[in-house]
């Protein structure tokens, strides 16, 4: 495979559930982001690792928890979430942080 | 608070026009200017990036630059029904960040056969 995955691309959740997303870039980059994009606003960066450590938490709520366990994988824990927290979720890498950002598929997430 | 202002459209043309898309930014600082294309449920595509003032081209792609008036464009010359697709404005630099990309909301473009 080449480029950023993500997996699922399509999940479903209740807002008792707790589930992960998972992006997995094969490009050799040193950055990775991840992004929400709702209806009818602009992308927003929620966070930003650079060599696995984490430089950006941009004020998005502790039911939303990043892991970044190696420059290849990133993903999002979720917990308890809210119907307004549907959206698509994107991740992004990035060779350097002021390099060009490169995006996976996103997972679509619904929340009832 | 940085801001990047785009017309929502959607803007339509026909097929073979030149298609304009305009961005406002408006943080005097910021230094590099992207433009991402978007097709609906698809994620953004890097189709053009600039630094400097004046034009860039790249195939039936110009992306044009105006610090002084804090303004970027992207003109889709010969445009096809396959540009149809959301175009996302975003700009890196400036206060606070160098690595920070800020979006507009996009111009929703449809090119008619």
């Known amino acids: 495979e080449t480029g950023v995955t993500q997996t699922p691309r399509h999940l479903v959740m209740g807002m008792t559930n707790k589930k992960s997303l998972k992006c997995e870039q094969h490009?050799?980059?040193?950055?990775m982001y991840w992004y929400k994009q709702s209806a009818k606003k602009p992308l927003e960066l929620m966070f930003v690792?650079?060599?696995?450590?984490?430089?950006e938490n941009n004020s998005v709520p502790s039911r939303f928890s990043p892991e970044c366990p190696n420059s290849s994988h990133l993903f999002l824990h979720l917990h308890t979430l809210q119907p307004e927290d549907s959206a698509l979720y994107l991740c992004?890498?990035?060779?350097?942080?002021?390099?060009?950002?490169?995006f996976g598929p996103g997972t679509r997430l619904t929340v009832l | 608070q940085k801001e990047v202002e785009q017309n929502s459209g959607p803007l339509s043309v026909p097929e073979g026009a030149i298609a304009s898309l305009n961005c406002t930014y408006s943080?005097?600082?910021?230094?590099?200017f992207f433009w991402y294309r978007q097709y609906s449920g698809k994620s953004p595509e890097l189709i053009m990036s600039?630094?400097?003032?004046g034009d860039k081209e790249d195939g039936r792609f110009t992306a044009q630059l105006n610090k002084a008036s804090q303004y970027v464009s992207l003109l889709i010359r010969d445009s096809q029904p396959s540009d149809s697709a959301t175009y996302l404005c975003?700009?890196?630099?400036?206060?606070?960040?160098?690595?920070?990309?800020?979006f507009g909301k996009g111009t929703l473009l449809t090119v008619n056969p």
């Open positions: 992004a890498s990035s060779q350097l942080l002021t390099d060009t950002q490169y």
């Open positions: 975003a700009v890196r630099g400036g206060g606070g960040s160098n690595y920070k990309l800020t």
């Open positions: 490009l050799g980059h040193n950055a």
């Open positions: 690792y650079s060599l696995e450590e984490r430089v």
């Open positions: 943080d005097r600082g910021s230094q590099s």
């Open positions: 600039i630094y400097s003032n």
